[in-house]
């Protein structure tokens, strides 16, 4: 048996371990249930991956994204690990051979999700396996107070049930009390030994910018900071556009969502890792299993959802100990947005109530009747049948199913995509040809900007709603055009499966479990108010912000964040005639610049450069160029 640091040595090449992981192995291999919370790239995956090595047997790692496990699998691999991944892409036959591996290969991880552990067939393989150890990845999951909740996840604990003597290991990168708390009781974990490593990154500086020219923003920051960069924001569609811009003004991006084909996100993502395209835009898809230690900085365009989603994001940056920048960007219109929005889409007690009600009428199912039936299932026809709003509508989906009143499959979230790989005038040519699919190509190009550049997600509802047509033959139309070579669609088949788990008692249902939705709703209110509360306070430390909100005391300032900085700056300013004396001198050696390009160059916020500037102006010491750029009189 060797020791667990031989096999660090090994296989990692590492001759010792970084704090707490020789605690938590020590733990583990004493077949201690084990919870340790550990910073994003605090090494949590050899916590677990190290006592597999040292004993005989398997290792259950339930993880909840693919490319999470597609990457760990690989790593593995390329240390002549053997460890296997089961994915949707593995025929019957190759999970066969797989469990087939793991029984007699010498293989020594299974990763799965925790929907497929709910297979019957794999459960049933699984038992048959002599399983060492039981780990579960990104285990905030488990909590509906964690900022991933997936219901999913609560199903983790049949593994307990089957190998009630195996030790379990639960790891996440972010965690308050109560979602620990949520994480022991939920998985089970038997009098567990818990590990957390403060969360303190004295090598990050959090900063909080209030801009109007969001991109001008970006700009200043990209020619700062070298290095690799991801850029965060709160749509697919912006993904795609920002990254157009900024290659259009010389930058190397490229973008990401969950929108996006399997290998064309494997392709952004390795063009990013080896900077290829060093500057990635994406949404908060992009994020867990991220294995790269030199981001130097994290630029959220839009605010993050959460103080745990921001904990999280930012700590992708400076994993290398050098320092990075996580970088938040606000105006005025953010906050009010980010307030309206969740208002908006956050669904009431009677909304949901209604949903259901609707449901049930739409599948013709009696009341009092329980059905064991699949119902093939379109959320944006049935929205246009009901006259309701599409994304409030699938989060009331959403509750339904955390209630376990109904299970909804995965296609639910697939979107269709299109976009035309010929030029305007073939597209011209073609349709005086086909004068049936004119309306159609007219409709596409209308309805979606830069559908030529990148695949555009459309709205099959919608698109055949204004044709007058219904969605089949919209999509026929639509396969013809791809067979045609006119456009590249992907069809996602929005007809997901809907099952229902209760009878059906309509109002009562709902009543029952009335307490943990306004539980719930009342939950998300809080996270959104604890996030603006970190937004906006401009008085206390970022990271001593940040660590008290996670549970963390006696904390000394950074020196680094936006508001370390600006108590800095305002020693050395003590008032507005010295920021005017520097605009006065930048002019002399620029002759003519803008205000933004004043700001960029002062420490001081824009608001009080800009006030400055207008003084100056009434004192009739500046003009206005031409150009609309200031210049000394």
Partial sequence: MEAPIEILKKYWGYDEFRYPQEEIISSVLNGTDTLALLPTGGGKSICFQIPTLVNDGVCIVVSPLIALM??????????????????????????????????????????????????????????????????????????????????????????????????????????????????VENLGLD???????????????????????????????????????????????????????????????????????????????????????????????????????????????????????YLQEAGRGGRDGKKSFSIVLKNKTDILNTKTRLQKNLPSIDFIKQVYFNLNQHFQIAYGEISEKKYG??????????????????????????????????NIHRKSTVRFKISNQAIFDYCESNQSKNNLIKLLLRTYGGIFESPKTINVAYLAKVLSISSSALINQLKQ???????????????????????????????????????????????????????????????????????????????????CLSKKNQKKKTNKEEISKEILMLLKNYKSLSSKEISSQIEASEKTVLFCIEILLEKNILAVTSHNKYTLK
């Fill in 70 to 183: 597609n990457d760990q699998v690989k790593n593995l691999n390329n240390r002549n690990i053997k460890a296997i991944a089961l994915t949707s892409k593995l025929t019957p036959d190759e999970v066969i051979i797989a469990f087939d591996n793991l029984q007699f290969g010498n293989y020594k991880f299974l990763y799965l999700s925790p929907e497929k552990l709910q297979s019957e067939l794999i459960q049933q393989k699984i038992k048959q396996l002599n399983v060492q150890l039981v780990a579960i990845d990104e285990a905030h999951c488990i909590s509906e107070w964690g900022h991933d909740f997936r219901p999913s996840y609560l199903n983790i604990s049949i593994l307990r049930e089957f190998f009630p003597q195996v030790p379990m290991i639960a790891l996440t990168a972010s965690a308050t009390e109560k979602v620990t708390q949520d994480i």
């Fill in 377 to 410: 299932f379109n959320l944006p026809e049935f929205c246009d049948i009901y006259k309701t709003p599409i994304v409030v509508t699938f989060n009331a989906l959403k509750i339904l199913e955390q209630e376990s009143i109904l299970i909804i499959d995965d």
């Fill in 191 to 309: 009098n567990p030994k818990i590990f957390k490593k403060s969360f303190l990154r004295e090598n990050l500086a959090y900063q909080i910018f209030e801009v109007e020219d969001k991109l001008f923003k970006v700009e200043q920051v990209l020619k700062k900071v070298k290095g690799s960069k991801i850029i965060y924001t709160d749509s697919r569609r912006s993904t795609v556009e920002i990254s157009a811009q900024l290659n259009h003004l010389g930058y190397t991006t490229n973008f990401y969502h969950g929108g996006m084909k399997h290998d064309a996100k494997s392709q952004h993502y390795e063009d990013w890792l080896s900077e290829k395209t060093p500057i990635i835009v994406a949404t908060n898809a992009f994020g867990m299993g991220i294995d790269k230690s030199d981001v130097r900085s994290i630029i959220h365009y839009n605010l993050p959802q959460s103080v745990e989603n």
């Fill in 481 to 563: 055009l791809h067979h045609d070579e006119i456009i590249q669609f992907y069809n996602a088949n929005n007809n997901t499966q809907i099952q229902f788990l209760v009878q059906r008692e309509d109002d009562r249902t709902i009543n029952v479990r009335s307490k943990n939705i306004s539980q719930r709703n009342n939950q998300k209110v809080a996270k959104m108010e604890a996030l603006i509360d970190f937004i906006e306070t401009d008085t206390i430390c970022r990271s001593k912000q940040l660590l008290t909100y996670f549970g963390e005391q006696d904390i000394a300032d950074c020196g680094i964040c936006d508001v």
